[in-house]
Each structure stands twice: as structure tokens, then as C-alpha cells.
């Protein structure tokens, strides 16, 4: 979805909102006597992989991150049947769930790996073209407004986009910072 101010809280929003549908739907599943080892791989599965469709393409303002964070947090507490009554917080949900990677840290892995496959010319020159490609601001428009090579620039610590492209050609040093990516989540 491309709205007028490049916005992407609206993007991730619809398929928080389908996923969450989706598991008050099944919630039932839930509920049965499984394990929770269990109960984590249908979530992994039918939740986050449904939710994580398209996230290579979006922004990750603080914003967008905290919805993703209180949506993996949500979703975990449906999952141990923890009510909001019970006042825990998500250190304390995370340790009962015995949660390894956050959602949030793949979601960003695979824009960094899907970022470096565009760079290396691997998936033709369309899709480098649109990351190398000017298009003409128009008047009034902010300049500080977080874009999608910002976060691609951030999250290895580059400067410029050259600086960026020039890491990604090395394949195997790529992988090994996608794959070393940490979110700074602060939970």
C-alpha cells in the first residue's frame, strides 16, 4: 500500500489486524491441552509467518517496531492464556514463553538479506534501479522523513548507500551481519 506521506504504520496494521482475527477464529486450538513447545510452532507457523508477508518492503519508524512488539507480546499471552489482569510484565511473559529470536529481529534480517540480494544485481536490474533511482521531491515535502534505505543504512552501521552496497557484495560478510543482526528492542 503506497499512501501519500510513505507511511507504512497502516501497512503493518492490516496484517496485525488479520492475524489477530485469525487466531480469535482458532482460538480454540489454542485452548486444548498441548504443550507449549507446541503451541509455539503453531503460532511460528500460522501467526508470524502469515503476519511477516510483504515486510521486506516496509519502514521500521519506532513506531511500526512498537506495534510489532506489542503484537508479538499480545500474541504470546494468548498463547499461556495469561490475562492483562494478572499485571505481568513482557520480561516476565518472555521467560515463560521461553521465546528464542523476537519477530521483530527476523522481520529485519529478512529486509537486510532480501536488501543485499537487490544490491548484488541478483534479481535483475529493476529492482536496482528502483533503490538507485532519483525521483524529484516535491515542494514542501520533509527530507527527514525516515525511507526504506534509511533502515537498510542504520541497522549495519553505514553511512551511505555506496558504503552499504559495497558490504553487500561480499556475500558471505553479508550473511554473517544479517545473520549477527540484534534488534534494539529494549525488552
Known amino acids: 500500500m503506497i499512501t501519500e506521506d510513505v507511511a507504512t504504520l497502516k501497512e503493518v496494521q492490516i496484517p496485525i489486524e488479520k492475524t489477530r482475527q485469525n ?4 482460538k480454540e486450538l489454542l485452548r486444548r ?3 507449549l513447545n507446541t503451541k509455539k510452532i503453531i503460532l511460528a ?3 508470524f509467518s502469515v503476519f511477516n508477508y510483504g ?32 499485571k505481568k510484565n513482557n520480561k516476565e511473559i518472555k521467560q515463560m514463553a521461553d521465546v528464542g529470536e523476537r519477530v521483530l529481529q527476523q522481520l529485519m534480517k529478512r529486509k537486510l538479506g ?17 533503490l538507485e533511482g532519483k525521483i524529484e521531491e516535491m515542494k514542501g515535502q520533509e527530507s527527514s522523513r ?8 542504520e541497522w549495519p552501521g553505514s553511512t551511505s548507500y555506496g558504503d552499504t552496497k ?3 557484495e561480499n556475500r558471505e ?15
Not at 23 to 26: A, G, K, T, V
Not at 118 to 130: A, E
Not at 173 to 187: I, P, Q, T, Y
Open 114 to 130: 532480501y536488501t543485499g540480494h537487490i544490491m548484488r544485481g541478483s534479481s535483475g536490474p529493476l529492482l536496482q534501479l528502483s
Open 45 to 47: 507457523c500460522c501467526v
Open 33 to 35: 491441552n498441548i504443550g
Open 166 to 168: 559495497q558490504e553487500a
Open 23 to 26: 487466531i480469535w477464529e482458532n
Open 55 to 86: 515486510c521486506e518492503a516496509w519502514i521500521y519508524s519506532k513506531t511500526v517496531q512498537k506495534k510489532i512488539q506489542t503484537f508479538e507480546m499480545w500474541c504470546y499471552r494468548r498463547l499461556l492464556k495469561v490475562p492483562w489482569t494478572e
Open 146 to 153: 525516515r525511507n526504506w534505505m534509511g533502515d537498510v543504512k
Open 173 to 187: 560478510e553479508w550473511r554473517d551481519m544479517v545473520a549477527n543482526l540484534r534488534a534494539e528492542d529494549g525488552s
